[in-house]
């Protein structure tokens, strides 16, 4: 009876739906500190930097400034197959903070043109708007540049056997 009381005005008083009464309140540089050094997505290996597989990592390093976990702001680009279709793909994260606490549903996926003109200007507007970050956007064209080479396959010559005369 008492719990149900207290639970009771609890949920009556508005504020406790407040972002700093939720559970993904926490600033990003301590979830930065949390994670740098103890991650399911860090890559080890010698002679090497320590790099990150996590989603949304635009370049994978394991540093504050790719990172999809301890980031407000998120700016990848990506390649997917499904079938003989190749697409290219920006990631950013959801604006609603109470997403942080669902890990499934935080980041935010959608296509880019792959004409170059067109798919960097979609990109430019992303990052250039309030929504994602405008220092990660010279990176970020250079990587969809990559990934647009990547789609292309060399043409397999067959020379002739017999000689020419």
Not at 58 to 86: I, P, R, W
Request: hydrophobic share 35%; with cysteine; aromatic share 6%.
């Amino acid at each position: 009876w008492l719990k149900r009381k207290a639970t009771r005005a609890l949920h009556a008083d508005p504020s406790w739906k407040r972002a700093d009464h939720c559970r993904g309140a926490m600033s990003s540089t301590l979830i930065w500190e949390c994670i740098k050094g103890n991650s399911s997505f860090i890559r080890k290996s010698t002679n090497m930097p320590i790099m990150s597989a996590e989603k949304g990592n635009l370049c994978g390093l394991n540093s504050f400034k790719f990172s999809a976990l301890a980031n407000s702001k998120v700016c990848d680009v990506s390649s997917t197959k499904k079938g003989s279709n190749e697409t290219i793909i920006l990631t950013t994260r959801h604006s609603k903070a109470s997403r942080a606490a669902r890990p499934g549903s935080m980041l935010l996926q959608s296509g880019l043109k792959k004409q170059t003109k067109k798919g960097l200007a979609q990109l430019k507007k992303a990052t250039e708007g309030s929504f994602c970050r405008r220092d990660l956007l010279e990176l970020a064209e250079k990587k969809y540049q990559k990934v647009k080479t990547s789609f292309k396959k060399k043409k397999v010559v067959f020379k002739s056997r017999r000689a020419t005369k």
